[in-house]
C-alpha cells in the first residue's frame, strides 16, 4: 500500500461514524470516486488496509488525494445521495450506477382519471413522480396500501369525458370486488375521484399527519350520522397510515433550489452549500471562511453565495437560509423557513456545518500531535545519530523465574505510537537455565531471520533492555543476519537510564526531562509489561498442567492434549465425557472426572 500523506491520514482519523456518502478527489481536485456508508469512518478507513486484494481498490487508492464527505440521517438518505451524486458527477471508478438506470418512482399521471403506478422512466409529461425508492419491497408495499384505501382504476383506458359520453368502455372485475369505482361508465365522477387521488399524493409525499387528521375528521362526521361501518373503514384506513413510515428528504418534492448555511465561531465562518436540481441533491460543499475583519454573517454570505452558485454554475432562483437576509438580488430570492420539507433541507446543512467544524477542530489537534512526534523523532535521530528518521522502531525485553518459563518480547512503535498488532511474543527454545544474554541474541536472531524470509521492512532502530552484555549478545544476532550497521541498535540499562551503543566503552547519558527518553522509557516500560503477561500466563499454565500430574494413569502427552483442546483447566472440568474420550479415550476421561469430583474443582 502505498504511504499516506499526512492530511490524508488526518482526513481519515477524524472522519464521523454517521452514515453518509464520501468523495476520493485526486490531485487535479477531480471527483473519481462516490460511496455511500452507514458509517463513514470504518467504510472510507476499509480502503487502506493491506489485506485489501482487490485491483480496482488499488488502483483507486493510489489516486486519492483528498477525501470530501457529507453527513446524512441514515443509510438509505446515504444510498440516494450517493444515486444524485454519482449521476451528477459521473466518477471515473463508479462503475454501479454510473449508467442510466435508476431507481423506482412511482407516478401520479396526468390524464383524466389519474392512475397511481411504479415507473423507472421519469419523462417531462406533467405527472407527478414520487421517490425514489431504494427498496422496491417498500415501494410495494406503498402501492398496496394506496389500493387498499382508494379504489383507483388499473386500467389504461383513455377517460376523456368524450369518450365515456359515447358509451364505448363496460366495467371490469375491478368495479366487482370493490377495487374501481367505475368513472369508465360515469358511476363515479371526475371531482369525486379526484379528491381520492389527493388525499393518495399525501400519502406519497409522506404528509401522513395531515391525512390523518383529515381522516380523523371524516370519521368523527361519520360517527355523528350513526354511520358506523364508513366510520369503521375509516379507522383501519387510519392505523394502516400510521404503520407507514415515508420520506426522504434526500429527495425531495421541492423542485429546484440551493440551501445556504452559515455558523460563525470566533474569527471563522464555517458554511455549506447545496445545490437541488428536480428534488434531488446534486451538489454539496463545506467550507471554512477566515475573517480578519470581523465581518457579519449577513456580509459573509452576500460575497458566498454569489461564488457558490458560480462555482457550481447553479440557475436556481430560491436560496434557502439559515440566517435572515434584507438584502434583494437581481437573481434569486432568499426564504428563512421555520417549518416543513425546507426547514428539513436546512437542518441537513447545518449538521453538515456542525460536522465539518468538529473535523476542523480534530484535524488541528492532529497536526499538532503529528507535528509533537515528528519533532521527537527527529531529536532522537539526531541524538542517536541515525540516517534515517526512526518512524519504525522496535524493543525486546526477556522475562524469567530464576531460568524456568523464559519468554522474550518485542513491541512495536509506528511513528512514535504503539502498533500493537505487530507486538509479538517469544518462547525461549535453545536457552537453559537463567541466561539472558543467550536468551537475547536467541529471540533478536528469531526476529529479524522472519521478517527477511518475509521481505517485510526492518527497522530504523532496535533497543534491547539491558546494557553493554544484552546490547552485544543483540548485535552477534545481526552480524548472523549480516545486518550490524545496516540495523542501528541501542541498550537502556535501567538503574541511570544510561544509553549504550555498539562498540563505545561508554555509554552517553540522555536529559532527564527530553520527550526523547520518555519516549524510549515509554518502549522499555511497554517491552516489560507485554512480556511480564505473557510470562505469568505461561507460568500460571504449567501449575495446572503439573496440578493434573498428580492423576495416577494421565501422562504428560494426554494432559498437553487436553490443554490444547480446552485451553484451560476450568475447560477440561466442564468438558462432557464424550469431548473428553475424543482426546483422552474411556478409561483416562473417567480418571479425570472422577479427579475432579474428588477435589471439589
Given amino acids: 500500500m502505498k504511504f499516506l500523506s499526512t492530511d490524508l491520514q488526518n482526513s481519515l482519523q477524524v472522519l464521523p461514524s454517521s452514515p453518509g456518502v464520501y468523495k476520493f478527489l485526486n490531485d487535479l481536485d477531480v471527483i473519481i470516486y462516490i460511496g455511500k456508508a452507514k458509517n463513514l469512518k470504518k467504510r472510507v478507513q476499509s480502503y487502506f ?100 384505501l382508494y379504489p383507483i382504476r388499473s386500467c389504461k383506458l383513455d377517460l376523456a369525458q368524450v369518450k365515456i359520453n359515447e358509451k364505448k368502455y363496460s366495467v371490469c372485475l375491478d368495479y366487482h370486488i370493490g377495487k374501481c369505482a367505475g368513472p369508465c361508465e360515469q358511476k363515479q365522477n371526475e371531482e369525486a375521484y379526484n379528491t381520492l387521488i389527493d ?15 383529515l381522516l380523523k375528521e371524516r370519521m368523527a362526521l361519520h360517527a355523528d350520522r350513526y354511520e ?40 471563522e465562518f464555517y458554511l455549506n452549500f447545496l445545490v437541488i436540481v428536480e428534488g434531488a441533491i446534486v451538489y454539496a460543499y463545506s467550507n471554512k471562511i477566515k475573517d480578519p475583519l470581523e465581518s457579519t454573517a449577513e456580509e459573509i454570505s452576500t460575497v458566498q453565495i454569489d461564488l457558490l452558485k458560480e462555482k457550481f454554475n447553479s440557475k436556481n432562483t430560491l436560496v434557502l437560509v439559515n440566517t435572515k437576509l434584507e438584502l434583494q438580488h437581481p437573481s434569486y430570492t432568499f426564504e428563512y423557513p421555520q417549518r416543513g420539507s425546507k426547514k428539513q ?83 525461549v527454545k535453545t536457552v537453559e537455565g537463567p541466561d539472558d544474554f543467550a536468551t537475547m541474541k536467541e529471540v533478536v536472531y528469531r526476529r529479524y531471520k522472519r521478517l527477511l524470509d518475509e521481505q517485510s521492512s526492518l527497522p530504523q532502530l532496535v533497543i534491547v533492555d539491558g546494557g553493554k552484555g ?18 542501528p541498535i541501542v541498550g537502556i540499562a535501567k538503574r541511570l537510564e544510561e544509553i549504550f551503543f555498539p562498540g563505545d566503552s561508554y555509554p552517553i547519558y540522555l536529559d532527564k526531562r527530553s520527550e526523547s527518553l520518555k519516549l524510549i522509557q515509554f518502549m522499555r516500560n511497554e517491552s516489560h509489561r507485554f512480556g511480564i503477561q505473557h510470562h505469568r500466563n505461561k507460568r500460571s499454565t504449567h501449575a495446572l498442567q503439573t496440578q493434573m500430574d498428580s492423576i495416577e494413569g494421565i501422562g504428560p502427552k494426554t494432559i498437553e492434549a487436553l490443554f490444547q483442546n480446552f485451553k484451560t483447566i476450568e475447560g477440561i472440568k466442564n468438558a462432557n465425557e464424550v469431548q473428553l474420550q475424543k482426546i483422552a479415550g474411556i478409561k483416562k476421561s473417567k480418571l479425570i472426572k472422577e479427579y475432579f469430583k474428588k477435589q471439589n474443582l
Avoid at 252 to 265: H, P
Avoid at 401 to 424: E, I, M, W
Avoid at 472 to 483: D, G, I, K, T, W
Fill in 228 to 267: 358506523f361501518e364508513n366510520a369503521e373503514k375509516l379507522k383501519r384506513s387510519i392505523l394502516s397510515i400510521q404503520k407507514y413510515n415515508a420520506k426522504s428528504i434526500i429527495v425531495s418534492d421541492l423542485k429546484n433550489l440551493d440551501v445556504f448555511t452559515i455558523l460563525k465561531k470566533e474569527k
Fill in 345 to 427: 433541507l436546512i437542518d441537513l446543512s447545518i449538521q453538515n456545518v456542525h460536522a465539518f467544524l468538529l473535523n476542523q477542530r480534530k484535524k488541528a489537534i492532529l497536526q499538532t500531535k503529528n507535528s509533537n512526534e515528528q519533532r521527537i523523532l527527529e531529536t532522537i535521530q539526531k541524538e542517536f545519530r541515525l540516517k534515517e528518521l526512526p518512524k519504525h522502531m522496535e524493543c525486546f525485553d526477556n522475562s524469567n523465574l530464576q531460568g524456568t518459563h523464559a519468554v522474550s518480547a518485542c513491541v512495536v512503535f509506528k511513528n512514535g505510537k504503539p502498533s500493537k498488532k505487530d507486538y509479538r511474543h517469544f518462547n
Fill in 199 to 213: 388525499e393518495a399524493k399525501l400519502l406519497l409525499a409522506g404528509k401522513t399527519n395531515s391525512l390523518i387528521r
Fill in 49 to 148: 488496509l493491506k489485506n485489501n486484494s482487490s485491483f480496482k481498490t488499488k488502483v483507486l487508492v493510489k489516486s486519492i488525494y483528498r477525501i470530501e464527505h457529507v453527513v446524512v440521517a441514515s443509510e438509505t438518505d446515504a444510498l440516494l445521495l450517493e444515486n444524485n451524486l454519482i449521476k451528477s458527477h459521473q466518477p471515473k471508478y463508479n462503475v454501479l450506477l454510473k449508467d442510466d438506470k435508476t431507481y423506482p418512482w412511482i407516478v401520479v399521471k396526468k390524464e383524466p382519471f389519474p392512475r397511481i403506478f411504479s415507473t423507472r422512466n421519469k419523462i417531462k409529461d406533467g405527472s407527478t413522480y414520487y421517490g425514489p425508492y431504494t427498496s422496491v419491497r417498500q415501494m410495494n408495499i406503498l402501492l398496496e396500501l394506496i389500493k387498499e
Fill in 470 to 487: 544484552q546490547l552485544s549478545s543483540a548485535v552477534e544476532a545481526l552480524e548472523q543476519l549480516n545486518l550490524r550497521g545496516k540495523v
